[in-house]
């Protein structure tokens, strides 16, 4: 289905059998040109850890699903893509029992998928990391993360301040 609506078609994800505590919904993005769907799916559910599951990139034109990452011990609700297609972050849990929150993780994903089409609201339900506009990624004290970070850690600049209406 194309961000209008139209082109449906079947395409056959994996997710865990029913009976799993609460909902799990896949999480996804179109790019800004309609040309693919980025989606979590094939998820693996690890009662001690949580989830693992592969973002994949579900080309509208029919062609084969492409797989771009591989996330691990995380939650397919916690996932957010940066607005430049580049990255995406998830929650990372511990191995501990009950397992903890670890912090976030951050991926590359394949250079050609551009920019995509993310809503302008933030969902509510993870306390994520979210990119700006301009695909800088800020942690929730809006610290500037590294450009090349692969965890909510590793830190570069000063804290952000704002002024005006400016927002992350």
């Given at each position: 289905?194309?961000?209008?609506?139209?082109?449906?078609?079947?395409?056959?994800?994996?997710?865990?059998?029913?009976?799993?505590?609460?909902?799990?919904?896949?999480?996804?993005?179109?790019?800004?040109?309609?040309?693919?769907?980025?989606?979590?799916?094939?998820?693996?559910?690890?009662?001690?850890?949580?989830?693992?599951?592969?973002?994949?990139?579900?080309?509208?034109?029919?062609?084969?699903?492409?797989?771009?990452?591989?996330?691990?011990?995380?939650?397919?609700?916690?996932?957010?893509?940066?607005p430049d297609g580049q990255h995406v972050a998830a929650i990372r849990y511990t191995d501990a029992v009950p397992p903890e929150i670890a912090g976030w993780f951050i991926a590359p994903l394949a250079d050609?998928?551009?920019?995509?089409?993310?809503?302008?609201?933030?969902?509510?339900?993870?306390?994520?990391?979210?990119?700006?506009?301009?695909?800088?990624?800020?942690?929730?004290?809006?610290?500037?993360?590294?450009?090349?970070?692969?965890?909510?850690?590793?830190?570069?600049?000063?804290?952000?301040?704002?002024?005006?209406?400016?927002?992350?």
């Amino acid at each position: 289905v194309y961000a209008d609506g139209t082109g449906l078609r079947q395409d056959i994800l994996t997710y865990p059998p029913v009976g799993v505590p609460g909902p799990l919904f896949p999480t996804g993005a179109w790019t800004e040109d309609s040309s693919a769907f980025l989606i979590t799916g094939s998820l693996e559910s690890d009662p001690s850890s949580g989830f693992d599951f592969v973002i994949w990139r579900v080309p509208a034109d029919g062609s084969p699903p492409e797989e771009l990452a591989a996330i691990h011990q995380s939650h397919p609700g916690s996932v957010a893509f940066a607005p430049d297609g580049q990255h995406v972050a998830a929650i990372r849990y511990t191995d501990a029992v009950p397992p903890e929150i670890a912090g976030w993780f951050i991926a590359p994903l394949a250079d050609d998928i551009g920019p995509l089409a993310l809503p302008d609201e933030l969902e509510v339900g993870y306390a994520s990391l979210h990119w700006s506009p301009a695909g800088d990624a800020f942690t929730g004290t809006l610290m500037q993360l590294c450009p090349a970070a692969t965890s909510d850690s590793e830190v570069c600049d000063a804290p952000i301040s704002f002024s005006g209406t400016s927002a992350v």
